[in-house]
């Protein structure tokens, strides 16, 4: 069944065109700067990469090349079911869901939680309708996994109104990539997901670890918003909540400048002083820049605790994996972060390590518990996802 998968940020439509039983995508690409004079869709075909500039064009023009493409392909009427990624889904969702009128409202009604994404996700599900009015919608929710953590791990010791009133708790997020790389992880143990308990650690611009027990998520670092937990390329991840508060006094900064900071400007970036990549910072710790050292060692320092305190909910550890750009490429986070993980006996190889890159993933450990690197693939989850759905439609003849 062919599905195309749309991801849509504030100015940003990401989408591929994929088999959702072989994973083969023919098609994909990214409109960038939507809405401004430098707006851009970049196409990758199977064998060639062109982007057309669409000056001035938001999501439906650049859901018009996606249609010209398809098109060119002779694909068009081959699509079955349009699959959007949506950020927040609160704690209404727990599951993909076919995107009704009502659903679209719940998502609506999530834009407090999430006020960059979930705008953004509505108004490409509206533009993916007026494009392909014939076609199913489905939402798969990055929330939604970790909508099976106990209470235990999703309340916040504040005071319960502000919980049962304002739904302040932690919803967690990358719920589809956590999600896709513990099945691919036990796929590739050669074990059953319902006996396994893993950690998953998605290492990309965004960080966050999970607990997986039995293919259910059970914790996770990232809370209310994605900015808890780990250190990531811009986010500061934890602080102290009277950081906040001190800062206003001290500094006279407001609050939304504040918030702002803690997203754009603190993490990898704000220690470094130099960049959020973690590729470039590892090159200028190798050249001696102190400040590209440090940053590099708090974010391992920080994901080594937050992996052992992931182990430690879980009780026994199956396996731990590494994905996302950073877990997928860079063998001195993952030695570096094991190398500080000894308490739960992991025994780094070397070599499969240094070789696991660049797509290449697999173990990267000998003896000991298993270490591995899995390559996430959201939108193959989302296009699987998305056909379970629309199955599921047709056989209750819907
Ligand atoms: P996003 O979360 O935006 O999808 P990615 O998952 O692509 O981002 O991850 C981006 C991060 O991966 C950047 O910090 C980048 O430097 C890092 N990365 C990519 N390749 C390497 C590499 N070879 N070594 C170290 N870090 C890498």
């Known amino acids: 069944m062919w599905t195309l998968v749309v991801n849509c940020g504030s100015s940003s439509l990401k989408f591929a065109l994929l088999n959702s039983a072989t994973g083969e995508t023919p098609l994909s690409g990214l409109a960038e700067r939507l809405g401004s004079d430098l707006a851009s869709v970049r196409v990758d075909r199977e064998n060639e990469r062109v982007t057309v500039p669409l000056p001035r064009g938001s999501y439906p023009e650049a859901f018009g090349v996606l249609l010209a493409e398809l098109d060119a392909l002779g ?16 704690d209404r969702f727990n599951t993909p869901v076919l995107i009704t009128p009502e659903v679209v409202e719940v998502i609506r009604a999530c834009i407090p939680l999430a006020p960059l994404h979930n705008p953004a996700n509505l108004a490409g599900i509206e533009a993916a309708r007026a494009a392909f009015p014939d076609l199913p919608q489905v939402a798969v ?42 099945g691919e992880a036990a796929r590739r143990l050669g074990r059953d997901p319902s006996g396994l308990n893993l950690v998953t650690a998605h290492l990309g611009n965004g960080c ?16 209310l918003t994605p900015l808890e937990g780990l250190v990531m390329g811009t986010r500061s991840g934890d602080v102290d909540p009277g950081l906040p508060d001190y800062l206003a006094r001290e500094a ?42 440090l940053a590099v060692d708090i974010f391992v320092y920080r994901l080594a605790k937050a992996i ?66 899995v390559n996430t693939n959201e939108e193959l989850m989302i296009a699987r996802e998305t056909a379970e759905v629309v199955a599921s439609l047709v056989e209750r003849g819907a």
């Open 308 to 373: 052992a305190g992931m182990a430690t909910v879980l009780g026994t550890l199956d396996a731990l994996v590494f994905t996302g750009g950073i877990g997928e490429n860079s063998a001195t986070v993952r030695a570096a972060t094991l190398a500080r993980l000894g308490l739960l006996g992991f025994r780094l190889d070397e070599e499969a390590n240094g070789q696991a890159v660049r797509g290449q993933g697999g173990l990267i450990t000998s003896g000991g518990v298993p270490a591995l690197v």
């Open 208 to 223: 966050s670890v999970a607990a997986v027990r039995g293919g259910r998520s059970v914790d996770t670092s990232m809370g």
């Open 141 to 182: 929710f990055d929330t939604a996994f970790h909508q099976s953590m106990p209470p235990v791990a999703y309340r916040y010791a504040v005071p319960t109104p502000w919980y049962t009133q304002y739904g302040v708790r932690r919803y967690g997020f990358h719920g589809i990539s956590h999600e896709y790389v513990a």
């Open 252 to 293: 006279g900064l407001s609050l939304p400048g504040i918030t702002a900071a803690l997203y754009r400007e603190s993490g990898l970036l704000g220690l470094s002083g130099l960049t959020n990549d973690m590729r470039e910072l590892e090159e200028a710790a190798r050249q001696g820049n102190e400040n590209a050292r």
């Open 75 to 90: 694909l068009r009427r081959d699509v079955r079911a349009v699959g959007h990624r949506v950020v927040h889904g609160g």
